[in-house]
Each structure stands twice: as C-alpha cells, then as structure tokens.
C-alpha cells in the first residue's frame, strides 16, 4: 500500500495541475486580414461593382436573406428552380441562373451565396447533402466543448463564432474571396455583416476593403460568413484590422450629398470613419441582420450616391442592358408567439423572440417598400433620359423586381408550419424538403417572375 505521505503529496500535485491548466490562457490567435499587397489590382476591383461580362444583355442581382438553416433551405430552393428554367434567350439555349451576375448573403442565407460562388453548378445536390441534411448545429456545439476548443476559447484574441468558421472552412474547401476573381460565368459574390460600433453594414466587397487598405483576396469565405452569422451573445464578433494610414485611400463617395440626401451622408460618414486607423484601429462584425436581413439598403444607397442607375452599371461591354432583374428572396419568419394576446409581462425570451421577428420584420419590410420605390425610380429615369451613345442601357430597357417570401407561401405548402421553423443551423429533414420546395414554388407562381419570363421569350436575338 501507498505510503499516506506520498498518496497525499501525488493528489495535491495532479489538484496543482489541474488547476494551473484552468487559470492558464491560451494565446492562439485566429486568422487576420493582411495589408493590401496590390492596390492598383484592388482598386480596378472595388471600381467594379458588377463583374465584367462579355454579354450583360441580361443583368441579374440575387440577395438572400438570414435566418439561419431556413433561409439557407429556402434559398436553394429558389436557385434550384433557377437552374431548372430553361429558355432561348439572345440565340442561346440556356438554365436562368447562367445569367447570374450578382449573389448577395447575409447570415443564414450567406452560406448559401457564399457556396453557390465558390461551387456555381455542383451546388445541385452538394449543398443539399454537406450542409442542409447534416446536423451542422451539434457538431458544432460538440466542437465547443472539446478539451483543446475550450483551451483556444480561454485566448482574448479567439472567440465562439471561430469555432464556426473552422466549420464553415470545411464546407467552402478552403476557398477565399481571390478565389472568385476572373472566373467567367460565376457571379460575384456580396457578403454583408454588421460594424458593432456603427450599426451599418459592412460589406466583404473590393470597394469595402479597399477603405481600410486591406487585401480582400486573402480573407477565406468562411471568415465573411461566420462574420456575417455571428448572432450577439450567442456567437461572439468577428475581428478586421485597419490599415487605413498605410496607404492611399479611394475616394469615399462620387456624389455631394444635397439637403435631401440623408441615406447618403450617412453612407459617406461610415465610409469615412474607415479612413483613420489610428482612431479606428479594429473593427468588430457581428449578424449582418441587424443592420438589414436583406443584404439591400447598401445596394441602394451606393447607387443614390453614383448620382443615377446609369452611373452605378456604367461600364465598358459589347452589349447594352434589356433586362435588369433583381431577385429579392426572404425567409423571415413569424414571432414564436402573440405576446399582445396575453396580459402577462413578456418573459426574456418572449421579448427577444419579438424584437427579432415583430419588430425586426417592420425593418424589413421597410427596406422592401425602399427597394420597390428605388425600382420605379430607376423604371422611370429609363423612360424620361435621353438617348446617349455611351448608355449602358437598350433603348426598350426593363426592370423587373421579383420578391420571393416565405410569407407567400401556398397553404398547401402548410405556410403557417413554415412560418414557425426556429432559426438554427440545422433543422430537421421534413422542414428541410418543406423549405426547399416552398422556395421553388413561390418564385414558379410569382406573377413578377411569370412575366419576366414572358418578356424575355418576346425579346428578339442580338443580329
């Protein structure tokens, strides 16, 4: 038998370790943004809001809001029924979404923009398969309490939502935002978070990084779409350096706001807070949901400050624009219950579950009425501006505006059912098959997308 001294003095000892391996911090840090390596390169690219196209006759812009897995399921749904459409358009048989210029995401619906960018066509079935049919939310809480996960999280530098994007590398294949450059017939890809400090959106575009003189093409797609998915509390910001005073700035706005112009000067003053380094050395991003789950105030706004539609898609092509189209897709769904049908306090999670989904819906509906009235705006500067030899637009030019939201679901589909799926990173299978066909359907049945197709059939061949 163990002498009592040494059995004691051994218990004491392993007690010592253990409490030294918990008051130890760990002093891992996550991956960082770099300096712009080539600025003339970066800058040709953030003066491109729409990638360059041999034929844009056809200009098409897709934004997919959060909601975690359920936007990202109804959202498939929504490109799959893309793919499947089938037409002849300037001479060419083609599948609708090979006219995809454009594909925005924020949160849940950023993984599924993000995935289509990097894969394009081999995201029919894969997505489906790697990421909507597994159980990503418990491999995910399973990876948090992992022994060496723990150690990393103890890092002032390492938080939560870095467990995710580690994730979330997985299922991009590594692939960063460089990745996506001078790939003929992959859209460009929008990614959109939240600056912590500002309240606005912060945009994973060449245009954004270019204000903290940063190198977008190095940052991993995981990163912009863990940023993008970082809910507060639960997940924990996201980090960027600034190098603003390392090098010389892009001109912030190319338009003086006028008395009017509210949306625009405050899109100048966030831009502008980028520009100091010293002042804002990091900046913080968390759910691009609560700056706009649309993903679409900064389109707009950026295309007020150009001054005019014209202005904003103005580039060198061989061909003008017949069609604009702009694909708005909403997975918002209802509060989890009807708080004013009860005279009881609201619980906390009641609260909660209202400002996200009962206030947070007016905000989105507020954008949606902001984008239906930017589209007249646009419809009528098409009719009423002269001709000029440099328009980017055909003369018979058409917007067409097509809004796909879970909301307008058929009750066939059992929309009240679809209105109450949680927001999770994973969901189970029935819910996954219900959101993907609702997705497909309620863009099949919008009158908006009928008649773009019937425009587009009407539409005579490039001679």
């Known amino acids: 038998m163990r002498p009592p001294d040494l059995f004691h003095s051994g218990l004491r000892g392993l007690f010592a370790l253990l409490l030294a391996l918990l008051a130890a911090c760990s002093t891992v840090r996550p991956w960082q943004n770099q300096p712009m390596l080539l600025p003339e390169r970066s800058r040709a690219l953030a003066v491109a809001e729409v990638p360059e196209v041999a034929d844009r006759s056809l200009l098409m812009f897709v934004s997919m809001s959060g909601g975690g897995a359920r936007a990202a399921a109804f959202a498939y749904g929504v490109l799959d029924a893309l793919q499947q459409t089938r037409l002849r358009w300037q001479g060419r048989d083609i599948s609708l979404i090979d006219e995809l210029d454009v594909i925005s995401g924020v949160s ?36 948090m309490l992992r022994p060496a996960n723990l150690f990393d999280l103890s890092s002032p530098w ?3 939502t870095h467990l995710l994007e580690r994730r979330l ?31 606005s959106s912060f945009e994973f575009t060449w245009h954004q990084f270019s204000l903290i003189c940063s190198d977008l093409g190095s940052v991993p797609l995981s990163f912009a779409v863990a940023a993008s998915s970082a809910v507060p509390l639960a997940l924990s910001p996201m980090t960027l350096k600034n190098y603003s005073n390392g090098c010389r700035q892009p001109g912030v706005s190319r338009k003086n706001a006028g008395p009017g112009d509210y949306r625009v000067r405050l899109l100048q003053d966030s831009q502008r807070s980028y520009l100091d380094a010293g002042l804002r050395p990091y900046i913080h991003l968390v759910d691009g949901g609560l700056a706009d789950n649309l993903g679409l105030r900064s389109l707009l706004d950026r295309s007020r400050a150009d001054g005019s539609l014209r202005d904003s ?25 009807r708080i004013d049908a009860s005279d009881w306090v609201p619980s906390t999670m009641q609260v909660i579950d209202a400002l996200l989904f009962g206030t947070g819906a007016r905000a989105t509906q507020e954008t949606l009425g902001l984008l239906s009235d930017t589209t007249q705006a646009w419809r009528r500067e098409l009719r009423l ?11 018979d030019a058409q917007i067409h505006l097509v809004n796909v939201n879970l909301r307008d679901a058929p009750e066939l589909l059992g929309r009240r059912l679809l209105l109450q799926i949680p927001t999770a990173f994973s969901l189970p299978q029935d819910d996954v098959s219900r959101l993907i066909a609702a997705g497909r359907s309620i863009l099949l049945e919008s009158p908006e997308f009928k008649a773009l197709l019937k425009s587009l059939a009407a539409v005579p061949p490039l001679p």
């Not at 599924?112 to 939310?137: D, H, I, S, V």
Request: hydrophobic fraction near 40%; charge should be neutral.
């Open 385 to 395: 501006a002269d001709a000029q030899a440099d328009d980017p637009f055909a003369a």
């Open 169 to 199: 590398n997985e299922l991009f294949q590594g692939k960063t935002f460089g990745d996506l450059v001078d790939r003929p017939g992959q859209p460009r890809l929008l990614v959109s978070a939240t600056d912590l400090t500002l309240g």
């Open 313 to 337: 898609v103005r580039r060198s092509a061989s061909t003008k624009i017949h069609k604009l189209v702009i694909i708005a897709v909403n997975a918002e769904r209802d509060p989890s219950e």
């Open 108 to 143: 849940g619906g950023s993984i599924m923009a993000a995935y289509y960018a990097a894969f394009g066509k081999q995201t029919f079935p894969a997505f489906e398969q790697q990421f909507l049919r597994q159980n990503f939310q418990d491999n995910l809480i399973g990876n």
């Open 158 to 160: 390492f938080g939560r």
